[in-house]
């Protein structure tokens, strides 16, 4: 079945260091991919999204790009900040129905 | 602008006791989901309707039963509470369409003794 898997944490870095937290997805056909933020105490929000392969979605300064032939979706950022500070999700979506499959988390912190 | 809201925010409950988790959407979305999010875990799909009257279940929908009230509301209800389902409890709700972005409520925290 379809399936998320991303780099396991805790990640800690030091502000202003660069940000990458792999992704690679098990999927049939073409997913839609996704990554999701959750700050503390607080439910999952969207970050980006791509829908296609080569596709790059962008927000508050993350990247990452749809890289079918590697089947991965890694998260970028080129200098954190200690607000960056949160769980990340990585999710699919196979079209198949309004479902979201969610890697497991990983947990970012950043030091001053 | 609430968006998601889930209430309560946090329970304490005995095993066997009986509870309903309450979940009320104003972004007039059809689908609507609760997960369960538990450490090392992620997230897991308990239940789902894509629209009023309509509910299917997700990955673990044992102990669980939901009501889709309104096209607002998505109720999760625990009928006998058990230790297993000390938890952090989620509802989200989305526009239809497999690209649309699902909206979280701040959760649940709920713990069984």
């Known amino acids: 079945g379809d399936s998320v898997t991303q780099m396991e944490g805790p990640v800690t870095l030091s502000e202003e260091a660069f940000l990458t937290i792999n992704c690679t997805y098990t999927a ?56 960056d500070s949160a769980v990340y999700f990585c999710a699919l979506s196979n079209h198949r129905d309004d479902k979201i499959i969610f890697g497991k988390g990983t947990r970012l912190h950043i030091l001053p | 602008n609430a968006g998601v809201t889930q209430t309560p925010k946090f329970q304490v409950l005995k095993t066997g006791q009986s509870m309903t988790l309450q979940c009320a959407q104003d972004m007039n979305h059809n689908s609507m989901y609760w997960y369960r999010q538990d450490p090392g875990m992620g997230l ?24 889709r009230l309104n096209k607002r509301e998505f ?21 239809q369409g497999s690209d649309q972005p699902q909206h979280f409520g701040d959760g649940t925290r709920l713990s069984i003794l």
């Not at chain 1, 056909?29 to 969207?46: A, I, K, R, T």
């Not at chain 2, 109720?75 to 989305?94: D, G, H, N």
Request: hydrophobic residues 30%.
């Open chain 2, 44 to 67: 897991r799909l308990i239940y789902y309707s894509a629209s009023e009257g309509t509910t299917d279940k997700g990955e673990v929908p044992n102990g669980y039963n939901v009501s």
């Open chain 1, 28 to 83: 049939t056909g073409y997913p839609s991919l996704f990554w999701y933020v959750q700050y503390p105490g607080e439910g999952l929000q969207l970050l980006l999204k791509a829908t296609k392969a080569d596709d790059k979605g962008s927000n508050k300064g993350f990247e990452a790009t749809y890289r079918k032939e590697t089947t991965s979706f890694h998260l970028e950022k080129g200098s954190v900040q200690v607000s």
């Open chain 2, 75 to 95: 109720s999760l209800r625990l009928e006998s509470a058990a230790p297993s389902q000390t938890s952090v409890y989620f509802c989200a709700s989305s526009e």
